[in-house]
């Protein structure tokens, strides 16, 4: 019997020993997902540090959405998940697609709030999507859009990395859930400091050979980690839609050295010039396909997309006709990642398959170009991207960067206030928020409203809870017409609902044609302020647009009414 109490206790005594050393650590030193918003308890966000136990010296941006912690039925909450391209590079979080999703959701439902929490960060596989999953969850969101499949050979934990092994990735994905464990690995390996790009330090297997072993293996892992994805929403009955991948064919010759990739770039080439479009696009295809580098997902991707769906019952968003061959020059930045226009496209692709019946005029409106400050900041992650590997090979780390203090030197003394901004912020020297806040005061000082209003659109998505901010962006927004005007009333309205924003962004969306989305404005209007002067002029001029001129006559006699009562 003692023989047996040693055993156990020399089994017993190192578990209890560690839970108690786990849970002291934890107590005092823990990196959760969430994070309460300072100031304001009743909101979450996503912690920025978190995605630093997938990386080593380097923990890429996540998009600051706050959400209810405690979601009630009326709001409509979305969830993205993916690498870079949902994250919005080479833009800020305002101009990727998840937002603009809720941008174009807003003027099809202005009276029902839409959060939107974008996950999407630079680098991610589908390994680390996965294990985000049961964070996702804990969210209860609504509906998760997915775009996800170009990092599976270079991305956090790809098939082209040095941490390779499927098995392997999700044992040490259970281990770093540890505290004691991920301390352990950052005393073992610590972290790197690099001024890289993100591309060059994911690079172990620079070339990849089709139908190679590691090919087949980015392939394998993203279909295994995509079924697990899809079954496990699909069990919690999550409606996910799942968007196909695109990237630029036709602009960008191979990114490796093979004789097979170059041959068929010269033929679409050849076929190009010849007016031959159709054999261009499987020439094109043909040299992504047969490029070693892959920092584009081969076709196989889409292949898997579309089988893994059907059986977990995702829905697939078909990217391909509006990326269709012959516009990638002003769709995409680079390789593969979108402007702001193709941004915008692919946020209403998704909104057309979550919103089967969205014809109304409100989806029509264009999307307003990015404010100077957020296209000069774009600008220079484009162009440090391109002086590192596999755009500028053979150049050294220190060269790298020197190269682009002179681009950044070039943009301070261009005299052009967004470029100068722009460089202090691409480099940490100034937060986002406060070169957008002094572009914006600006703006201004000249008078120039139309920059300012640009300005402080971005601005708003930085500082979600500012009244005051939001009242100075109403106040800019109501003297002009254009798109980006409703698009800010409708962000402030959307966020501070009182009498005065909707009425102002109902006779907005009259102005614009938008004539579904301001009566939904109007209704809501009238059901709480049925007195309202400014509602019952609005609903009058929108049923003589609609031809109903007899209601119309009752509306504008009630305001009529109300109007010289108050005298």
Not at 105 to 127: D, F, K
Not at 196 to 201: A, D
Request: aromatic content about 12%.
């Amino acid at each position: 019997m003692r023989s047996f109490l040693s055993k156990f206790a020399a089994v017993v005594f190192p578990v209890v020993l560690f839970v108690v050393a786990e849970g002291t650590v934890r107590s005092f030193d823990h990196t959760p997902f969430f994070i309460p918003v300072a100031g304001n308890s009743d909101y979450l966000t996503v912690n920025p540090a978190y995605a630093g136990r997938y990386f080593r010296g380097f923990i890429p941006q996540v998009a600051y959405n706050p959400f209810l912690r405690d979601k009630p039925d009326s709001v409509f909450r979305v969830v993205a998940l993916g690498g870079s391209s949902t994250a919005g590079y080479p833009y800020l979080f305002n101009s990727a697609f998840p937002e603009r999703f809720a941008t174009h959701y807003r003027s099809v439902h202005p009276t029902r709030q839409i959060e939107v929490v974008n996950l999407g960060m630079t680098a991610l596989s589908s390994h680390v999507i996965r294990d985000m999953i049961p964070h996702v969850i804990d969210m209860n969101p609504d509906a998760v859009l997915i775009y996800a499949g170009h990092n599976e050979y270079y991305g956090a934990f790809g098939a082209g990395g040095a941490n390779r092994n499927r098995i392997l990735i999700r044992v040490l994905f259970w281990c770093k859930k540890s505290v004691l464990f991920q301390k352990l690995e950052s005393i073992i390996a610590p972290p790197v400091e690099s001024t890289r790009t993100m591309m060059e330090q994911s690079t172990t297997d620079v070339a990849i050979t089709k139908d190679g072993s590691v090919y087949h293996s980015g392939i394998q892992n993203f279909e295994i980690n995509l079924e697990a994805i899809l079954s496990r929403l699909n069990k919690e009955q999550i409606q996910t839609y799942v968007g196909t991948l695109v990237s630029n064919i036709q602009s960008q010759s191979p990114l490796g050295s093979d004789s097979v990739a170059t041959l068929h770039w010269e033929k679409g080439l050849d076929h190009w010039n010849q007016r031959d479009t159709l054999a261009a696009r499987g020439a094109f295809v043909l040299a992504k396909e047969f490029d070693p580098i892959r920092f584009r997902a081969p076709e196989a991707m889409n292949q898997v997309i579309e089988e893994v769906a059907s059986t977990n019952h995702a829905t697939v968003v078909n990217m391909e006709p509006i990326f269709g061959f012959g516009s990638e020059d002003s769709l995409f930045t680079d390789h593969l990642h979108p402007t702001s226009t193709g941004y915008d496209l692919m946020a209403r692709s998704f909104l057309q398959v979550v919103e089967p019946k969205w014809v109304t005029k409100a989806s029509s409106l264009g999307a307003p170009e990015p404010s100077p400050f957020d296209a000069a900041y774009a600008r220079l992650l484009i162009v440090r991207l391109q002086l590192g590997f596999p755009f500028t090979k053979g150049m050294s780390e220190e060269s790298q960067w020197q190269q682009f203090e002179r681009v950044l030197a070039t943009h301070q003394q261009s005299g052009r206030y967004a470029d100068s901004l722009a460089s202090l912020s691409v480099t940490f020297h100034t937060p986002v928020y406060e070169s957008l806040l002094e572009a914006y005061q600006r703006n201004l000082a000249e008078q120039d409203t139309s920059l300012a209003l640009s300005h402080i659109r971005s601005l708003l998505y930085w500082q979600p809870f500012n009244e005051s901010l939001h009242f100075q962006a109403a106040q800019l927004a109501s003297e002009q017409s254009t798109n980006l005007a409703g698009e800010v009333m409708q962000l402030v309205a959307s966020r501070f609902p009182s009498e005065r924003y909707l009425n102002t962004l109902a006779a907005m969306r009259i102005r614009q044609g938008a004539l579904d989305s301001a009566v939904q404005l109007l209704e809501l209007i009238e059901n709480d302020f049925p007195d309202s002067q400014v509602m019952l002029y609005n609903m009058a001029r929108y049923l003589v647009m609609t031809g109903d001129t007899l209601t119309a006559q009752l509306y504008y006699q009630k305001y009529q009414m109300v109007r010289y009562s108050g005298e």
